[in-house]
């Protein structure tokens, strides 16, 4: 009997979207949702997902939030990954990889729903799949750029209405060093999307 409810309950959803992906009353997607900084020695916390793009100057090529901080209207999101891909831009020496081991080392992700209390937190390192111990673990030959990139699974999906507000805050426990200014940290929010309108 549950079965059949389920049932009709998926069966109703697809006949509002006739069917397929996309239907006269919206559209589910597989639509990742992502947001850029870049690393400075003097700034020690970053809060993500505020700046929409053509905002500063914001492109594409930072983030694709089309409004800041909010779900836009129209929309539901069930976050079921974080995607996190540490860029560094430079060439990887072994003084460079160690200051890289060192931030990521020491350095949380936050995401925080309405001003609520945090709802997912964990030091970069593990979620980057990254152990250090007494030798570098980043399996780079000097020179070549560093590009380090993790996904980490939600075993709870985190759904997020329209209009809800949120945030991603990156704290560094201790200040990232000038040898890696301007390295980037790219966060996605893996993301099954539903769209009213076409």
């Given at each position: 009997m549950d079965q059949d409810v389920d049932?009709?309950?998926?069966q109703q959803?697809?006949?509002n979207l006739q069917q397929?992906?996309?239907?006269?009353?919206?559209?589910?997607?597989?639509?990742?949702?992502?947001?850029?900084?870049?690393?400075?020695?003097?700034?020690?916390?970053?809060?993500?997902?505020?700046?929409?793009?053509?905002?500063?100057?914001?492109?594409?090529a930072d983030t694709n939030m089309v409004q800041a901080g909010v779900v836009?209207?129209?929309?539901?999101?069930?976050?079921?990954?974080?995607?996190?891909?540490?860029?560094?831009?430079?060439?990887?020496?072994?003084a460079i990889q160690l200051l890289v081991m060192a931030i990521l080392n020491n350095t949380t992700?936050?995401?925080?729903?309405?001003?609520?209390?945090?709802?997912?937190?964990?030091?970069?390192?593990?979620?980057l799949g990254i152990s250090f111990s007494a030798s570098p673990a980043i399996t780079q030959q000097s020179g070549v750029v560093g590009v380090i990139k993790g996904i980490v699974p939600l075993n709870r999906e985190i759904t997020l209405a329209a209009l809800t507000p949120f945030r991603v805050e990156i704290n560094h426990w201790v200040a990232p060093?000038?040898?890696?200014?301007?390295?980037?940290?790219?966060?996605?929010?893996?993301?099954?999307?539903s769209r009213a309108g076409s």
């Open positions: 049932g009709l309950g998926a959803a697809l006949a397929g992906t996309f239907g006269t009353e919206g559209s589910m997607l597989d639509f990742p949702v992502y947001d850029r900084i870049k690393l400075v020695s003097t700034t020690l916390a970053h809060t993500m997902f505020q700046a929409p793009v053509g905002q500063g100057g914001r492109t594409l836009p209207q129209g929309q539901n999101w069930r976050i079921h990954a974080f995607k996190i891909s540490f860029f560094l831009g430079i060439s990887m020496t072994d992700f936050n995401f925080i729903i309405n001003n609520k209390a945090t709802q997912y937190q964990w030091v970069l390192n593990e979620m060093d000038a040898g890696i200014d301007n390295a980037e940290i790219r966060v996605s929010l893996i993301t099954d999307m």
